[in-house]
T-cell receptor, first 115, second 112 residues
Framework: DTGVSQDPRHKITKRGQNVTFRCDPI?????LYWYRQTLGQGPEFLTY????????KSRLLSDRFSAERPKGSFSTLEIQRTEQGDSAMYLC?????????????FGEGSRLTVL | GDSVTQMEGPVTLSEEAFLTINCTYT??????LFWYVQYPGEGLQLLLK?????DKGSNKGFEATYRKETTSFHLEKGSVQVSDSAVYFC???????????FGTGTSLTVIP
């Protein structure tokens, strides 16, 4: 399968614990996005990378959230000291930069449940 | 800021019925507009797009026309099938930034 893959697909954790999600984009895609989606809502932008550089972060991304994309390949999203309000689906998407806006390719998401 | 407002669901239709899902947007400049679809148990995938005013995007029998005068990008299909049951998201990408903004999604169920 050459699509965007995310791991784990589902994480259950206790409040206060740290969690880390991994995203492996499509190999030639140089832009990678993280989104958060809660029930009944559309994806909300968190941050994006162009190659290894993190170019933009949403105000939604508190200082407990950190994302990396070392070497411009896979990316990780870490949430420290999780809170119940962090429970959501975390989506990763990748794309190739074109003059004409290209499409985002999404993974199936990592669902976080904070107890 | 840029945003998308999408028709609330859920929508339930009988097979072969006509579908319209409304989408309006707020953006500076000339955004690109998209419809993404999420089938049960799958990730979001692009359904169609339009990059300038009066463009019509189409795919799998679905169509949407970029209307700048009404800031709209309504999704239509003349005859829906059971396999079209999914959640549909309208989205935009500003031409001044690299973020994609999504609507809240409209759940469609098509019954035989």
């Amino acid at each position: 399968d050459t699509g965007v893959s995310q791991d784990p697909r589902h994480k259950i954790t206790k409040r206060g614990q740290n969690v880390t999600f991994r995203c492996d984009p499509i190999s030639e895609h140089n832009r990678l996005y993280w989104y958060r989606q809660t029930l009944g809502q559309g994806p909300e932008f968190l941050t994006y990378f162009q190659n290894e550089a993190q170019l933009e972060k949403s105000r939604l991304l508190s200082d407990r959230f950190s994302a990396e994309r070392p070497k411009g390949s896979f990316s990780t999203l870490e949430i420290q000291r999780t809170e119940q309000g962090d429970s959501a689906m975390y989506l990763c998407a990748s794309m190739v930069i074109r003059r004409v806006p290209g499409e985002l390719f999404f993974g199936e998401g990592s669902r976080l449940t904070v107890l | 800021g840029d945003s998308v407002t999408q028709m609330e669901g859920p929508v339930t239709l009988s097979e072969e019925a006509f579908l319209t899902i409304n989408c309006t947007y707020t953006a500076t400049g000339y955004p690109s507009l998209f419809w993404y679809v999420q089938y049960p148990g799958e990730g979001l995938q692009l359904l169609l797009k339009a990059t300038k005013a009066d463009d019509k995007g189409s795919n799998k029998g679905f169509e949407a026309t970029y209307r700048k005068e009404t800031t709209s990008f309504h999704l239509e299909k003349g005859s829906v099938q059971v396999s079209d049951s999914a959640v549909y998201f309208c989205a935009l990408k500003s031409n001044t930034g690299n973020q994609f903004y999504f609507g809240t999604g409209t759940s469609l169920t098509v019954i035989p």
